[in-house]
C-alpha cells in the first residue's frame, strides 16, 4: 500500500534526503536495526528507566531513517499564492510529498535508543501511538557502495552528536 510523507527536500554534496515526520506507532512497528550497516556492534540493549524517561522527555532530535526498496519518489508541491522562491535564483522547490510504495525497510542509522523508548513507551500507554517525531529519510541502495555510503554517513552523524 502506498504511503505519502509530507517533507522538505534537501541536498548536502550528492546526497538527497527528505526531513519530515512520522507517527509513533509507524516507528514503533517499522524503524529496524541493520547488523549489516553495524557490523562490529549488538542492538542496543533495552533502556534503563532513567534513559527512557529522558529519551521520551528529548523525543524532537531526528531519528535518521534509511529508505531501502519502496521506489522512493518525490513531488514537489508549488505555493502559489507564495512567490519566495521567486526572490531566491537558486532555490528550486523544497516542499513536497515523498511517496512510497509500500515495499520499503526502514533501517534507523541515527536514534535507535529513541525507537526503543517509542517502543517502550506505546507498550505503557497506547494513547502516545499518534504522537509524532521528526524523521530524516535517505534513500539507500541495497548495493556494496551503498551500504558502505550509509556506514559513512553513519560515522558522520555519530561524529557530529559527539561533538554537540
Not at 88 to 102: H, V
Amino acid at each position: 500500500m502506498q504511503e505519502i510523507y509530507p517533507v522538505i527536500r534537501a541536498r548536502q554534496g550528492d546526497m538527497t534526503y527528505y526531513i519530515g515526520v512520522m507517527n509513533w506507532a509507524k516507528v514503533a512497528k517499522e524503524c529496524e536495526y541493520s547488523p549489516e550497516l553495524f557490523p562490529n556492534s549488538d542492538v542496543p540493549p533495552p533502556m534503563p528507566p532513567s534513559v527512557f524517561d529522558a529519551a521520551i522527555q528529548y523525543h524532537f532530535r531526528p531519528i535518521f531513517i534509511s529508505v531501502s526498496g519502496g521506489s522512493p519518489a518525490f513531488t514537489p508541491m508549488h505555493i502559489e499564492s507564495m512567490n519566495l522562491l521567486d526572490e531566491i535564483a537558486d532555490c528550486e522547490p523544497g516542499f513536497g510529498l515523498l511517496r512510497l510504495d509500500g515495499s520499503q525497510t526502514f533501517l534507523t542509522l541515527d536514534g535507535f535508543d529513541r525507537v526503543q523508548a517509542i517502543r517502550q513507551a506505546i507498550r505503557l500507554d497506547p494513547s502516545l501511538r499518534q504522537k509524532q517525531i521528526p524523521v530524516t529519510f535517505i534513500k539507500h541502495e541495497h548495493t556494496p557502495q551503498g551500504i558502505e555510503h550509509i556506514r559513512q554517513l553513519i560515522i558522520g552523524i555519530q561524529h557530529d552528536n559527539i561533538l554537540e
